[in-house]
Nanobody
Framework: QVQLVESGGGLVQAGGSLRLSCAASGRTFSSYAMGWFRQAPGKEREFVAHINWSGSSTYYADSVKGRFTISRDNAKNTVYLQMNSLKPEDTAVYHC?????????????????WGQGTQVTVSS
């Protein structure tokens, strides 16, 4: 079982950068694939990025590809989301999630554990 806590959200100007962190507690963190999702007001939760258990494979939504980078440090039980060239449409609550599924998945239903979320607001 894994518990996840996000941090690093805040207010940033368009074109700026922000780094989100997701700290995990519990054993066998490295056995989980990790993902980032976001949810804007009035919208459904949206897939952002995925990273496999070892960090050797990543996958991104088209909307963030080339701007966001997901990474993990299993020694620190932490996954990161580096967000560059931020746009106002990136404004949302960002959640990290853990999955036991080996294959890449963009479906929130296939993630077993979720963090509480951290707010990211991008001003124009």
């Amino acid at each position: 079982q894994v518990q996840l806590v996000e941090s690093g959200g805040g207010l940033v100007q368009a074109g700026g950068s922000l780094r989100l962190s997701c700290a995990a507690s519990g054993r066998t963190f490295s056995s989980y694939a990790m993902g980032w999702f976001r949810q804007a007001p009035g919208k459904e939760r949206e897939f952002v990025a995925h990273i496999n258990w070892s960090g050797s494979s990543t996958y991104y939504a088209d909307s963030v590809k080339g701007r966001f980078t997901i990474s993990r440090d299993n020694a620190k039980n932490t996954v990161y989301l580096q967000m560059n060239s931020l746009k106002p449409e990136d404004t949302a609550v960002y959640h990290c999630a853990a999955s036991t599924i080996r294959a890449v998945t963009t479906s929130s239903a296939r993630y077993n554990y979720w963090g509480q979320g951290t707010q990211v607001t991008v001003s124009s």
